[in-house]
């Protein structure tokens, strides 16, 4: 697994969770890019680096989709 090179941003206060639910389920990052895009979300892998890194915001829908990829609540992205 890899280490984040830089640290957390201020942009988002989801980031950090759906990099830790992604990594608890053993999801590669790569993996979960495609399915957010099979599920409607155009979403490149520099843009999903920065979601969960914090260096960007984050749209309803990308919420949306991405609480039902890791089969959560969306309120359980944002513990």
């Given amino acids: ?3 984040r090179k830089q640290s957390y941003g201020n942009k988002n206060v989801v ?4 990099e830790r639910l992604r990594k608890a389920q053993g ?10 895009q099979v599920m ?5 892998p520099t843009s999903y680096s920065k979601l969960e890194g ?3 915001s984050a749209t309803d829908k990308e ?10 609540a ?3 992205l944002f513990d």
């Fill in 63 to 72: 919420l949306f989709v991405i609480a039902k990829i890791l089969n959560v």
């Fill in 15 to 18: 980031g950090k969770n759906i």
């Fill in 54 to 56: 914090q260096l960007r």
């Fill in 27 to 36: 999801i590669k990052q790569k993996d979960f890019i495609a399915q957010i």
């Fill in 1 to 3: 697994m890899k280490i």
């Fill in 74 to 76: 969306i309120e359980d």
């Fill in 40 to 44: 409607g979300c155009n979403m490149n």
